[in-house]
């Protein structure tokens, strides 16, 4: 079962949205968390991850000072909030569920993916 990814949209540059992921299965409160996003005609990137109790956290330079992820456990939801938009922020995201406890930049730490929700800034 698919993770659930949702909140994108479009918005104007400076803006900001925050994306949601969930997990159907309730299962990936134990495992690190992270988002990655695909604009067109690139390689899927790394944006942001966090351990499975969100003491430890890791950016892209690309995002740093501007999104911040974080989870609510209560809800089995991870998010990430994005500020400060710009429209090299275009793209797909997608939130993933690591298969160990710890944070990660590497896509093939990742066991289950969402299925991506757009975001589009605009200039």
């Known amino acids: 079962v698919q993770l659930q990814a949702s909140g994108g949209g479009l918005v104007q540059a400076g803006g900001s949205l925050r994306l949601s992921c969930a997990d159907p299965r309730r299962t990936f409160g134990n495992n690190g968390m992270g988002w990655f996003r695909q604009a067109p005609e690139k390689e899927r990137e790394f944006v942001a991850t966090?351990?499975?109790?969100?003491?430890?956290?890791n950016y892209a330079d690309s995002v740093k000072g501007r999104f911040t992820i974080s989870r609510d456990v209560a809800k089995n939801t991870v998010y990430l909030q994005m500020n400060n938009l710009n429209p090299d922020d275009t793209a797909v995201y997608f939130c993933?569920?690591?298969?160990?406890?710890?944070?990660?930049?590497?896509?093939?730490?990742?066991?289950?993916w969402g299925q991506g929700t757009q975001v589009t800034v605009s200039s």
């Open positions: 993933a569920a690591a298969r160990g406890a710890g944070p990660s930049s590497a896509p093939d730490a990742y066991a289950r």
């Open positions: 966090m351990s499975w109790n969100g003491y430890y956290t």
